[in-house]
């Protein structure tokens, strides 16, 4: 039986143990629907973990193309972050259209700074939080984890004076770049279907950006992740499909598509930046057995990465 590429890409963002169609049992927060900012959709639900010591944080930010989703679906097991003495945190964040770029980036980033506000009260080490996700939330991810710092030190909302740089992030089937220019390069024009890149600027289509290109190509290149590549940066962690054809076959196909990684490696490799890899039958990570052992390597680690 052939399986579709949503078939394929909903198996693979499965957490380990759970087969399609099960609904993933998780503990029951610490913290539910903990507001962090003004908006509805700014909750997030947050794990305690055990330990006298501040805990290291994962935070869990979910996909969708930033146009649906929900922090109760599609993440991994936390259970075994618990078990090592990791805290963790899952959020929800506006969604585009109707709140377009930067709102569901910018809503992570707060919620980032938020959980750093909480350092004392649930027991976090500030210097020790990492992002996963996978679609929309990878791309999220990726973009805090390479950009630089957000806190405004001035900020009368004192939420806003903490940082919103993390020391790592692993990610699944992400968006390295959402610019349809270099989308349309890297993997032809059949992307250009799918409603998440024209839902990031707010429009319905993407006609209208095709029609005036400069309009939008600012937005989409600030929050292409890829752009705020830098040799310093915290490590990344990339799992993608195994689908390698070109060009993209379908919207679905181009969104996911694991030229995605390949770029954002081949960026990294070349100023030095640590970028670990897994495409099934391409690419894999000589350093980490998978994106959970790299995470919780690097947040248990006493040194920072």
């Known amino acids: 039986m052939k399986l579709s590429l949503t078939s394929v890409l909903a198996i693979l963002l499965l957490p380990c143990g759970v087969l399609p169609g099960q609904q993933l049992s998780q503990p029951v927060p610490t913290h539910s629907e903990v507001a962090y900012g003004s908006h509805l959709r700014n909750v997030l639900d947050f794990w305690k973990a055990p330990g006298d010591t501040p805990r290291p944080l994962l935070i869990y930010i979910h996909g969708g193309g930033w146009l649906t989703g929900d922090k109760t679906r599609k993440g991994p097991a936390i259970q075994p972050f618990l078990d090592r003495g990791i805290s963790f945190a899952a959020i929800n964040y506006r969604l585009t259209p109707e709140h377009p770029l930067p709102a569901p980036v910018h809503d992570a980033a707060r919620a980032i700074q938020f959980l750093r506000t909480q350092t004392d009260a649930w027991n976090l080490n500030p210097d020790r939080i990492a992002l996963t996700g996978p679609s929309a939330g990878a791309c999220t991810s990726m973009w805090l984890l390479l950009h630089d710092d957000l806190a405004d030190p001035q900020a009368t909302d004192p939420v806003l004076r903490e940082s919103t740089r993390v020391c790592a992030a692993s990610v699944n089937v992400g968006q390295t770049s959402i610019d349809p220019e270099v989308l349309q390069e890297w993997m032809g024009p059949a992307v250009f279907e799918h409603p998440m890149l024209a839902n990031a600027v707010g429009e319905q289509s993407l006609a209208p950006v095709l029609q005036s290109p400069e309009r939008y190509r600012t937005l989409y290149r600030e929050f292409s992740p890829i752009n ?37 490696q081949e960026a990294a490799r070349a100023i030095g930046h640590e970028c670990h890899l897994v495409v099934p039958g391409v690419s894999q990570s000589t350093k980490y057995a998978d994106g959970n052992d790299f995470l919780i390597r690097i947040l248990l680690s006493p040194h920072k990465p």
């Open 228 to 264: 705020h590549l830098d040799a310093a940066d915290p490590p990344l962690f990339m799992t993608c499909s195994a689908e390698t054809d070109l060009p993209a076959r379908d919207a679905g196909h181009g969104i996911h598509h694991p030229i995605h990684g390949i770029r954002m």
